[in-house]
């Protein structure tokens, strides 16, 4: 009798791998991969076959009933990857299986009979590994570098992925290729990402580009992994199993002996600190000269420095473009009353609501509330909204220039016309393409660095660099002139700031230094939460105590208020190497608490 190990499309405990007899009618059929149906506690299930043996430990094994699909939905390579996932991230082989390598579809959708099933993809050890590449320089060098590999990839007739942050992107990558390209996102419909998967899985399409859901398309012989600016937050899965597809990458071509190309203007701390380490072969481009100006704002009246007031006049008289960079969109940070000091909170979660033009929002809940006339404490009608914001700015801007042309572009309100003087623009913008521009102004360089975390630092010399590498021009206001941000700013210099950085996160044990892995817990009651939080530390504590493990536990941690009707709490483990014991107690935590293993932030 012959056994097939096969995965069910469901949520068990344990490896989630279950031994079935093959019926002798289906047996000249069966392979590995396919799509089959199962019996499983009462229920008719999809199940992945995994191998195929001869014998089990098991008695009485229930048959498969039925192939679902005559072609194999998953290869050796891509079962070995969605293993890995599994182990890695500390989540349900099953989940990693059928929710990231096989996508969900209608299986009503009926192959092409004239599609001829590809060879079988399998891991071939023997193969030369494929080489790593980091090319740090702007877009359109790195552009420059992806077509020269594209084309002898190409050559070879082997096939390729390339993964980017925004869909905005795909004609950038794809306007000198001619070739059928085959684009890939979560945000497709369940037929239509299911019949360009299909397309891919039989060999039509040898180009494949998209989000981080691309990375999991059925190439059945891969030569090319490309990902564009890998330091992006978008490509850290914010769901289960929250995977960072850099991470995924790297994996996949050490199975495929395929290439991996990473591209970025300022890559992240992790993969450039891995490249000084010879482990990449990676080219810089040289920094631009920098004509960046820095602004002591301890000396200024106002939002607006009289540099800046300079720039604008000269842009008025001259028909030039400024670009300000305000990262706080909106009409105000906050409802004020001045006179009782009463600022207007969310009734759910008590946190702040920022002002619109005829509304308050609550940014936690995503909740929509009515902004009073009066104040509801004093009754004073001298309500403020204060904080500069991206309104607020353009209206001071307008008050003193009434016959400039401004634009904003922020996420709620996108121009892409070419007829201004002036635009505020938060990140946001970064996603868009613009005309030649002449200055950037940082308006405020200090936001965003008194925001607690690890990466704060990183992620604002990421954000202001992409900026100021837009015009010709810079212009930095700031209450901290010394600081070495600031300063590594104005010069452009990457590398200076890598060099503080990684001396910091040496000093104070973060990554690449150690291994982080933070478990939240989340509940509607926050006695129930914080009780169960001590619970798993103390266990925890206790794992690593008796068996003397390196791992230092940060927490529990709570949040300073509810998010969407729950309140949260956190532990953070911090350990130079993952431990069995600790990691397969995390895989019996219970309903409610959520595994993040290298995350992206460790703030709630």
């Not at 399998?122 to 020269?148: C, H, S, W």
């Not at 009754?379 to 914001?389: A, D, Q, R, V, Y």
């Not at 794992?543 to 791992?551: C, E, K, V, Y």
């Amino acid at each position: 009798m012959q056994i097939a190990q096969i995965v069910p499309k469901v949520k068990t405990r344990g490896s989630g791998i279950f031994d079935y007899s093959i019926p002798p009618e289906l047996l000249v059929q069966i392979k590995i991969g396919l799509l089959v149906k199962v019996p499983f506690h009462g229920r008719k299930v999809e199940g992945i076959i995994l191998t195929i043996k001869k014998s089990s430990k098991f008695d009485n094994l229930k048959p498969i009933l039925k192939i679902i699909d005559t072609v194999p939905v998953v290869d050796e390579i891509h079962i070995e990857l969605a293993r890995w996932m599994s182990e890695y991230y500390l989540t349900d082989f099953t989940k990693t299986l059928f929710e990231n390598i096989v996508p969900p579809a209608k299986r009503t959708i009926k192959k092409q009979t004239d599609i001829i099933e590809p060879e079988k993809s399998i891991i071939n050890e023997t193969k030369k590994p494929g080489k790593k590449f980091l090319v740090v320089a702007d877009f359109k060098a790195r552009l420059m570098f992806y077509q020269k590999i594209i084309s002898k990839v190409l050559s070879q007739n082997k096939q390729i992925i390339i993964l980017i942050p925004d869909l905005d992107l795909v004609p950038f990558f794809t306007k000198n290729i001619k070739e059928e390209i085959s684009v890939i996102s979560s945000g497709m419909t369940l037929t239509k990402r299911w019949k360009i998967w299909d397309s891919i899985r039989c060999g039509q399409t040898r180009i494949v580009i998209g989000s981080n859901s691309a990375i999991f398309a059925p190439t059945k012989n891969l030569g090319l992994v490309i990902i564009d600016q890998e330091e992006n937050e978008t490509y850290k899965n914010d769901q289960s199993p929250r995977f960072n597809i850099t991470k995924v990458a790297h994996e996949l071509t050490k199975l495929t002996n395929a290439n991996l190309v990473i591209g970025s203007i300022s890559p992240s701390l992790e993969t450039y600190h891995t490249a000084k380490q010879n482990k990449y072969l990676y080219k810089i481009k040289p920094d631009q000269p920098a004509n960046i100006s820095i602004v002591n704002m301890t000396f200024e009246r106002g939002i607006l420095s009289q540099p800046l007031k300079d720039s604008i006049e000269q842009a008025i008289e001259l028909n030039q473009k400024i670009m300000i960079v305000l990262n706080r969109k909106g009409e105000g940070a906050r409802l004020f009353c001045p006179d009782c000091k009463w600022i207007q909170t969310c009734p759910i979660c008590k946190n702040p609501l920022k002002p619109g033009t005829n509304t308050s929002k609550c940014t936690n809940c995503n909740k929509d509330y009515s902004a009073p006339a009066i104040c509801p404490i004093c009754h004073s009608s001298n309500l403020k909204n204060i904080g500069m914001t991206t309104t607020k700015l353009e209206k001071i801007i307008r008050e003193n220039w009434p016959s400039i042309k401004i634009t904003r572009i922020e996420k709620d309100h996108i121009d892409t016309s070419k007829d201004w003087q002036i635009a505020i623009v938060t990140s946001f913008a970064l996603k868009t393409d613009f005309p030649e521009i002449e200055t950037v102004v940082l308006l405020d360089a200090d936001f965003g660095l008194n925001f607690a975390g690890y990466r704060t630092e990183e992620r604002n010399f990421q954000t202001y660099l992409k900026f100021l590498r837009l015009a010709k021009n810079g212009l930095i206001q700031t209450h901290l002139p010394e600081s070495q941000l600031v300063k590594n700013l104005a010069s452009l210099n990457y590398e200076n700031f890598y060099e503080t950085e990684i001396t910091n996160r040496q000093k104070f044990n973060y990554p690449p230094f150690t291994k982080l892995t933070r478990i939240i817990y989340r509940n509607p009651d926050k006695m129930i939460c914080s009780k169960e939080a001590e619970n798993v530390t103390s266990t925890l504590s206790k794992i690593i105590l008796d068996n003397h493990l390196d791992i230092k536990l940060l927490g529990p941690l709570a949040s300073t208020s509810i998010k969407h009707g729950f309140f949260y709490q956190q532990v953070i483990l911090k350990q130079n190497k993952r431990s069995v014991l600790v990691d397969n107690y995390l895989r019996t935590l219970p309903k409610g608490w959520i595994i993040d293993v290298d995350p992206f932030d460790i703030n709630l």
